[in-house]
């Protein structure tokens, strides 16, 4: 089983690009969710999903789009990028709550 | 609502002497707690989690926490360190009712001395 998969692992963009961070699980996981790690914040919940059609915000969602259109996908949208969003983003599915997490390997984006 | 706080940004711990990891929670209901690692460039391993039942919870890697609703707090344990120990550790709690999520601590870094 490959898990959670994230793509791209590296990304660099200009300010105002836009993008978008796929994740996909073979899991069949119900629940996936968005993190965002930086240096001394440890990670933070942007975006989640306990199904298909079904987001909600966490932490820090602005600037953050994301949509649950199959059970396998969960995609993270920036439509317009912006140096503060530089971070590295891991996306993380599981069964049913409550239960572990099952993280991506995490991709590393850099906003010029 | 719900957070978490581990006290300690980094620690310094000498191999073989033993290991306490803060982590204090705030959340209305019954945590759910987790311990996850992380070593540099990699991604998060889960080290162990407390639902309910035994407040003293065994995990992977020689690993223990212990749950105390008193005192707010899911303290993590190793009684011996070794050097591959040397990681960032995160504490987190259940983000909603339903556990889909989690919250997070801002982490601890671990490092080990010979």
């Known amino acids: 089983n490959a898990g959670v998969t994230q793509t791209p692992k590296f990304q660099v963009l200009k300010t105002g690009q836009s993008m978008t961070l796929q994740c996909a699980q073979d899991m069949n996981h119900e629940y996936m969710s968005w993190y965002r790690q930086d240096p001394g914040m440890g990670l933070r919940l942007i975006h989640y999903?306990?199904?298909?059609?079904?987001?909600d915000q966490g932490e820090v969602p602005n600037g953050y789009n994301v949509s649950r259109s199959t059970t396998e996908d969960f995609p993270l949208r920036l439509l317009s990028a912006a140096p503060s969003q530089t971070s590295v983003y891991f996306c993380?599915?599981?069964?049913?709550?409550?239960?572990?997490?099952?993280f991506g390997e995490g991709s590393r984006l850099t906003v010029l | 609502a719900q957070s978490v706080t581990q006290p300690d940004i980094h620690i310094t711990v000498s191999e073989g002497a033993s290991l306490e990891l803060r982590c204090n929670y705030s959340?209305?209901?019954?945590?759910?707690l987790f311990w996850y690692v992380q070593s540099p460039g990699q991604g998060l391993q889960l080290l162990l989690k407390y639902f309910s039942g035994d407040t003293l919870v065994q995990g992977i890697k020689g690993f223990e926490a212990e749950f105390k609703r008193s005192q707010s707090s899911f303290n993590l344990r190793k009684p011996s360190v070794h050097w591959s120990d040397a990681a960032e550790y995160f504490c987190?709690?259940?983000?909603?009712?339903?556990?889909?999520?989690?919250?997070f601590g801002k982490g601890t870094t671990l490092s080990v001395s010979s």
């Open positions: 959340y209305g209901a019954t945590p759910y």
């Open positions: 993380a599915s599981t069964m049913q709550g409550p239960g572990e997490l099952f």
């Open positions: 987190a709690v259940r983000a909603n009712q339903a556990g889909t999520a989690l919250i």
């Open positions: 999903s306990v199904g298909a059609g079904i987001t």
